[in-house]
C-alpha cells in the first residue's frame, strides 16, 4: 500500500517514496494533503540526470595555478575530478590562506537560498556553524523575498516577521469579513510553497470558504491571473509600481469624505498629523486625490473614490503582496498599506485590517500554532561585517567602498573568498551580466551542490552533496501544523556527501571536528533536536508525541487554534498591555526615528516617488517587465526535473504579451522572441492573452541562466534584465519589479540551449 511508502517532505509538499533496487522511482502525494503540488515529482529524473554532481570537482585553471587564476573563466573552464581527501585539503588549506592573511571578514558566506526543508540537513546552518568555529564570516542580511519591508514594518509596528507569522487566517475571512483588496494579486501558484517544508495546502481552501461566504474581492494588479478565476475579482489593472499612488489616492477619499477612523487613528497611532499635510497637498501644493493618482496608475478616478467608499462601509481585508517590496521605493507599498488599514479603524479586527501577502507561501492565512521547533545551534560569528542580502555585486565591486542601510554608514569589506551552500544567486539576483563580471574578483569560489546550476558552473571548488531523498531528517516547519520523519529513501552517488559530513570532514582537517560535531552523528542530532521540539512545544501547550511512535506513524499534525487568528488583535483590545515595539508603543504613521536619518528616497512619512524605471516615464524601452515567481519549480529548484521542463516551450521559459503589444510588434502565439535592454537580452517563447495589461510583459523566473559569447540568456532567465540597485537607502532590497525592456521577433537560427549539460569534466592527472 501507498501509505507504507517512506515519507519525505520539502518546500513543496511531502511525498511518499517509492523505491526499485534502490533507486527512487515515483513519488506520492501524501494522503493528508487535498491540494498536493506536482512540483516535488519533478526530482525523480533529476537524480540520474547528467545535470547531476557526482564527485568532487577543482576548476582546472584554479588547480593548475592556484587561487585568483583566469577568474574571467568561472563558467568557460572545464573541471578535474578529484578525490574527496583531495579536495577537503584544498579547501582547508584556502580557507586557513584567507583567514590569516586577509581577515576572516574576507570570507563572504552569502549562501541564500531554500536548501532544505530538513532541521538538520540544512545547508546554512551547517556551514554557518562549521565558518563560525573556523573564524566567522561576512554575512548577509535579509531575504529577496522582502528586504525591503524586513527594513520598514519594524520601524512602523515593532516587528515584521511577528505579524507575518500571526496574519489573519482566512477562518476569519469568512466569518466575519466582507471585502479583501488586494495589491499585487493573490497568487494560489506561489502557495505551493513554504519555508521549511507544507505537510498540506491550504490556501485555495481558504479562498473557497470566503467565497462560500460572500466576501468579494478586488484584484489592483497588472495581470487578471494574480486571483483563481472562481473568486469573480473586480480586476483593476493598474500601472505597476502604481500602487502607493492609488492607496494615496484611497486615503485622501476617506479622509475628505470623513469616511475614516479619527478614534482608532488618535488611540492606536502616531504622526497622522505630520503625514495629512502630504496628503492634502499642504507641503507640496498637490492634494493625493483620486484624479491624481488616477493619472499615475491609469485606473480611473471614479473607481478609486467608490473603492474607497465601499472599503469604509464593508469589513475589509488589505492584502499587500510580497512582490511589492521588489521594486524601486519598496519601503513605500507596505507603509501606506498599513496607513490606509489604520484610517479604515479595522487593524485588530476579525476579517479585516492587513495582511502581508495572501498566497505568497502556503502560510500565509492558515491557521495554525506555531511549532517551536530546534534548529543546529550555528554559535557566535566572531566577525561583526554583514551586507543587505542584494547588494553582493556592489561588494564585490567596491572593497572599502561606503553605503547607507537602515539609518547607519557602514562599508563594504575586501571579500577574497566566497562560499555558497544549498542556493542559486544567478537564479535571484539582478542583472546578472553585471553579476558575473563582479563575481570574477574574489580568488577563490566554493560551493556545495548537487547539481549544475548556473552558480555551480561558475565556481573554483564544488563539492557534491545529496539530496532529501537520500538522507534521513525531520520537517518541523514555524509555520506549518505538520511534524514529518524524514527517511532516507535511496544511497546517493557514491562520490557524494551530506553537507554535515562535508563540514565535518574540513573541521577534522583544520583541528575542530569535536566542536562542530558536538560529538553527536546524524542519528544523535536528530533525536537531539526532536527532544528538544518536544519540549518546548509542551511549554507552549502542544503535545507531539515520543520520538518512536513518530517515527512508527512518519507524521503527526498538531490541531489548529480553537479561535481563528486575528493579526494585532491583542494590540487592538489593550493598546498599553499589549504595546508594539516601536518607540511610541504604537502603529508609526510618521517614523521620526526614519525621519532622521535623513534620506531622500525614504522619508518619514508613506510618500508616492517615481521610480527609476516606470510606464509613466517611458524612453527607450516602452514595456514593463513583471518577473514572478513560476508555477511549476520553486524559484530555480528543479528546474531540470520533468515538471518544470513541462512548462517551457520548445525548451525556453514563456512570456506573456497583451494582444495589442503583440500585434504592434507583428508577433504571434508560439514565435521565438529577444527581449532586450542595455543591461542584457534573452531569448523567450510568445504566449498572448487579455489577461495581461497594454505596455505590460510577464517572464517567471527560475530558468537556469544560460548566457552566450554576448549575454544573451538562450534559456529564458528575466534576471539578464533586471536593474540592480537598492530599494532605498533604509532598505536596500532588490527592485526587480521596476524594470522596462523592448520585445522583438527573433530571425535568426535558434541557439541551442544548454542550461543543463554539464561542465567539460577531465580526470586527474598523474
Not at 320 to 331: D, F, I, K, N, Q
Not at 400 to 428: E, K, M, S, T
Not at 491 to 510: K, S, Y
Not at 511 to 521: A, K, N, R, Y
Request: charged share 20%; with cysteine; proline share 7%.
Amino acid at each position: 500500500m501507498t501509505r507504507e511508502l517512506p515519507l519525505t517532505a520539502n518546500h513543496w509538499g511531502v511525498y511518499r517514496a517509492e523505491v526499485s533496487e534502490g533507486h527512487v522511482t515515483a513519488l506520492h502525494d501524501f494522503e493528508q494533503d487535498g491540494d498536493p503540488s506536482d512540483i516535488g515529482h519533478g526530482i525523480v529524473d533529476a537524480l540520474t540526470a547528467p545535470s547531476r554532481i557526482t564527485a568532487p570537482m577543482v576548476r582546472e585553471s584554479w588547480l593548475n595555478h592556484g587561487p585568483g587564476a583566469h577568474t574571467d573563466q568561472r563558467g568557460k573552464d572545464a573541471f578535474v575530478e578529484v578525490s574527496w581527501d583531495e579536495v577537503t585539503a584544498l579547501v582547508a588549506d584556502e580557507l586557513t590562506r584567507v583567514r590569516d592573511t586577509h581577515g576572516s571578514q574576507a570570507i563572504y558566506a552569502g549562501s541564500y537560498g531554500w536548501a532544505s526543508a530538513g532541521r538538520f540537513h540544512h545547508a546554512q546552518s551547517q556551514m554557518k556553524r562549521f565558518l563560525n568555529c573556523a573564524g566567522g564570516f561576512t554575512r548577509s542580511l535579509y531575504t529577496y523575498s522582502f528586504a525591503a519591508a524586513e527594513a520598514m514594518v519594524p520601524h512602523v509596528l515593532g516587528s515584521y516577521r511577528e505579524f507575518m507569522n500571526t496574519t489573519t487566517g482566512w477562518r476569519s475571512v469568512a466569518q466575519s469579513g466582507e471585502l479583501v483588496v488586494v495589491f499585487g494579486g493573490i497568487p494560489v501558484k506561489n502557495a505551493q510553497i513554504e519555508s521549511g517544508g507544507v505537510g498540506a495546502h491550504t490556501q485555495r481552501a481558504g479562498l473557497r470558504s470566503a467565497i462560500e461566504a460572500g466576501v468579494s474581492f478586488v484584484n489592483i494588479s497588472p495581470m487578471s491571473s494574480d486571483m483563481i478565476p472562481e473568486l469573480n475579482a473586480q480586476w483593476l489593472p493598474a500601472r505597476p509600481n502604481s500602487d502607493v499612488a492609488i492607496m494615496l489616492g484611497l486615503a485622501h477619499t476617506l479622509y475628505t469624505e470623513s469616511l475614516h477612523d479619527p478614534d482608532f487613528m488618535e488611540r492606536y497611532c502616531v504622526g497622522f498629523d505630520q503625514f495629512l499635510p502630504y496628503l492634502t497637498g499642504e507641503t507640496d501644493g498637490q492634494p493625493k486625490t483620486a484624479v491624481w493618482a488616477a493619472e499615475i496608475s491609469e485606473l480611473s478616478a471614479e473607481n478609486i473614490r467608490s473603492l474607497a467608499r465601499r472599503m469604509a462601509k464593508q469589513r475589509t481585508m488589505i492584502s499587500v503582496s510580497w512582490s511589492l517590496t521588489r521594486a524601486h521605493h519598496g519601503e513605500q507599498p507596505f507603509w501606506m498599506g498599513i496607513t490606509l488599514a489604520a484610517m479604515l479603524g479595522q487593524i485588530g479586527l476579525p476579517g479585516g485590517g492587513i495582511t502581508f501577502g495572501y498566497a505568497a507561501s502556503n502560510s500565509i492565512g492558515g491557521d495554525y500554532r506555531q511549532m517551536p521547533g530546534a534548529s543546529v545551534p550555528q554559535g557566535q560569528n566572531p566577525v561583526d561585517r554583514f551586507i543587505p542580502v542584494a547588494r553582493i555585486t556592489d561588494m564585490l565591486e567596491n572593497p572599502g567602498g561606503r553605503f547607507d542601510f537602515d539609518g547607519q554608514a557602514l562599508r563594504y569589506p575586501d571579500i577574497r573568498l566566497v562560499w555558497w551552500a544549498g542556493g542559486n544567486p544567478y537564479h535571484h539576483h539582478q542583472d546578472l551580466n553585471r553579476f558575473a563580471r563582479a563575481w570574477e574578483k574574489p580568488e577563490t569560489v566554493i560551493v556545495n551542490d548537487w547539481c549544475w546550476t548556473a552558480t555551480a558552473r561558475r565556481a573554483d571548488i564544488v563539492l557534491p552533496s545529496t539530496t532529501h531523498l537520500e538522507r534521513n531528517d525531520l520537517m518541523m516547519s514555524l509555520r506549518d501544523p505538520y511534524v514529518i520523519a524524514m527517511k532516507k529513501s535511496a544511497e546517493p552517488p557514491q562520490g557524494a556527501r551530506n553537507d554535515h559530513d562535508i563540514f565535518r570532514g574540513l573541521a577534522a582537517r583544520m583541528g575542530f571536528e569535536e566542536e562542530f560535531s558536538g560529538g553527536m552523528d546524524e542519528g544523535e542530532w536528530l533525536r537531539w533536536l526532536y527532544d528538544k521540539t518536544r519540549q518546548n512545544a509542551g511549554a507552549e501547550g502542544l503535545g507531539l508525541p515520543d520520538w518512536h511512535e513518530l517515527q512508527d506513524k512518519g507524521w503527526h499534525r498538531t490541531p489548529p487554534p480553537d479561535t481563528p487568528t486575528v493579526m494585532m488583535q491583542a494590540f487592538r483590545e489593550d493598546p498599553e498591555g499589549h504595546a508594539l515595539a516601536t518607540p511610541s508603543g504604537k502603529i508609526e504613521v510618521f517614523c521620526k526615528t526614519v525621519a532622521d536619518f535623513g534620506y531622500a528616497d525614504c522619508p518619514g512619512h508613506p510618500t508616492w516617488m517615481e521610480p527609476y524605471e516606470w510606464l509613466g516615464s517611458v524612453g527607450k524601452y516602452p514595456l514593463h517587465l513583471i518577473s514572478n515567481q513560476p508555477s511549476k519549480k520553486l524559484h530555480s529548484q528543479l528546474d531540470q526535473g520533468s515538471v518544470s521542463r513541462s512548462s517551457k516551450i520548445n525548451g525556453r521559459e514563456p512570456v506573456l504579451l497583451n494582444p495589442a503589444d503583440a500585434a504592434q510588434r507583428g508577433i504571434t502565439e508560439g514565435d521565438l522572441l529577444r527581449l532586450f535592454n542595455e543591461r542584457g537580452a534573452c531569448l523567450s517563447v510568445a504566449q498572448v492573452s487579455e489577461n495581461i495589461r497594454l505596455g505590460v510583459v510577464q517572464m517567471s523566473t527560475g530558468s537556469w541562466w544560460d548566457p552566450d559569447d554576448d549575454g544573451m540568456c538562450r534559456h529564458g532567465n528575466p534576471n539578464a534584465l533586471t536593474r540592480d540597485v537598492g530599494t532605498s537607502s533604509l532598505g536596500q532590497g532588490p527592485t526587480a519589479h521596476s524594470c522596462l525592456i523592448d520585445v522583438e521577433r527573433f530571425t535568426g537560427t535558434p541557439p541551442p540551449v544548454h542550461a543543463f549539460e554539464p561542465p567539460v569534466i577531465r580526470p586527474r592527472k598523474g
